[in-house]
Every structure is written in C-alpha cells, then in structure tokens.
C-alpha cells in the first residue's frame, strides 16, 4: 500500500490550496481515509475523515466551514480543499488510509504567511 500527497505550498493569509493524494497497492475504495498534519514538536492531528464510500464525514473544530474533504474513487485519490486559509494552518499534511495497521503518506507542506 502506498499513498503520495501533493499540492502543498505557500500561500497568503485567507488564500487556498487543494491537497491531492494518490493511492495505490490496495483496494482504497474499500477503505476510510484521513487527512491529518503536524507542527515540529507537537502531536499529529486529525483534520479532516471520510468513510470509504463517502456517506460520513467528520472534521476537527478547527478546520470546520473551510476545509472539505472528499474522495474520488475511481481515481483512488483523497482530497482536501482548504479555503479561508490561517497562518496556524501551517503544518505538514499527510494523507492516512485505515489499511493493515495504517499507511500514512510521506506528507505535503503547507505554509499560511504573508
């Protein structure tokens, strides 16, 4: 199983970015996904997460009314468009899928600064 992230960056206080994360080496349509990300010297954090076919969705307080998450799974790819960004957004963003004991991505920068 292996997941790749991609579509980090630096972007403006109130920009957007979309996130993109390819799956591949398993069934991903059959699987829950996740996005999570991490500051340096803290905890990873779930962000956002999505039932393998779509119909539940959960996001952490913090995110929620600007990042959507969503999955297209024909394409086995995981999303996250972030809107209204912050510069507290800023973080590495990884993709996680509940397969095995959980694959994790090798994660995308995101910087929020002006």
């Known amino acids: 199983a292996r997941l790749v992230e991609s579509g980090g960056g630096l972007v403006q206080p109130g920009g957007s970015l979309r996130l993109s994360c390819a799956a591949s080496?398993?069934?991903?349509?059959?699987?829950?996904t996740s996005w999570y990300r991490q500051v340096p010297g803290k905890e990873r954090e779930r962000v956002a997460a999505i039932t393998s076919i779509g119909d539940s969705i959960d996001y952490a307080d913090s995110v929620k009314g600007r990042f959507t998450i969503s999955r297209d799974n024909y394409k086995n790819e995981l999303y996250l468009s972030m809107n209204a960004l912050k510069p507290e957004d800023t973080a590495v963003y990884y993709c996680f899928a509940l397969v095995g004991s959980g694959t994790w991505g090798q994660g995308t920068p995101v910087t929020v600064s002006s």
């Open positions: 080496g398993f069934d991903f349509g059959r699987y829950a």
